[in-house]
């Protein structure tokens, strides 16, 4: 008898380990999906990002905060693509993506305060932050409305981002990404 119960547990104790060990390795890659997914579509928008340094409504801006980017891009790739005003920011613990198609009935191109259109691109996210190159050091901010006569976008675009994903034995399996991304092209 008592042998029975030793094997049993024994037999607990792996199947447990082996099953924390498959929630872990899922946790995991469900991350690296998520994570895969966002620098693509950053990689993708934010290289077409385009600034026109004209004065009046058509005037195209780049701005970025530590937490947010807003920015011009065509919506689809090839010649001939419509524009779209894209903001991508973190709203609790998801990071959105805000999307205002621009056409012929668009009276300016200047961005309106806050994020309209916006949905979820990624979700279990802790930590969202862009800096940007200049060619010398790294800023928190770049903001092309201040650039008047000399507007230029940044030479790179660095992002960190933190997500998490489920709870193995009370932990978040959790992990950081940094990408830079070159915008020249």
């Known amino acids: 008898m008592v042998i029975m119960v030793v094997v049993f547990v024994g037999g607990l104790l792996i199947f447990s380990g082996i099953s924390l060990r498959i929630s872990r390795q899922s ?3 469900t991350i690296s999906q998520q994570a895969d997914d966002l620098t693509v579509f950053l990689r993708s928008k934010l290289k077409e990002a385009i600034i026109r340094d ?3 409504p058509f005037r195209i801006d780049f701005v970025g905060t530590e937490t947010s980017i ?3 891009a065509p919506y689809s790739s090839g010649n001939g693509s419509d524009l779209g005003k894209y903001g ?7 990071i959105k993506v805000s999307f205002e198609r621009i056409d012929e009935k668009t009276k300016t191109y200047s961005f309106e305060k806050g994020f309209t259109g916006s949905q979820m691109l990624v979700e279990n ?3 969202l932050q862009f800096s940007y190159w200049d060619g010398g050091t790294w800023r928190k901010l770049w903001n092309t409305e201040e650039q008047i006569d000399c507007a230029e976008l940044p030479s790179k675009i660095r992002v960190f981002f933190v997500i998490y994903e489920g709870n193995i034995e009370g932990k978040k399996i ?3 990404f940094n990408e830079e991304i070159w915008m020249a092209q």
């Open 88 to 94: 991508i920011y973190l709203s609790g613990n998801e």
């Open 70 to 72: 807003k920015f011009i």
């Open 125 to 127: 996210v802790r930590t």
């Open 27 to 29: 946790a995991e890659k």
């Open 174 to 176: 959790e992990k950081g």
């Open 54 to 56: 004209i004065p009046g």
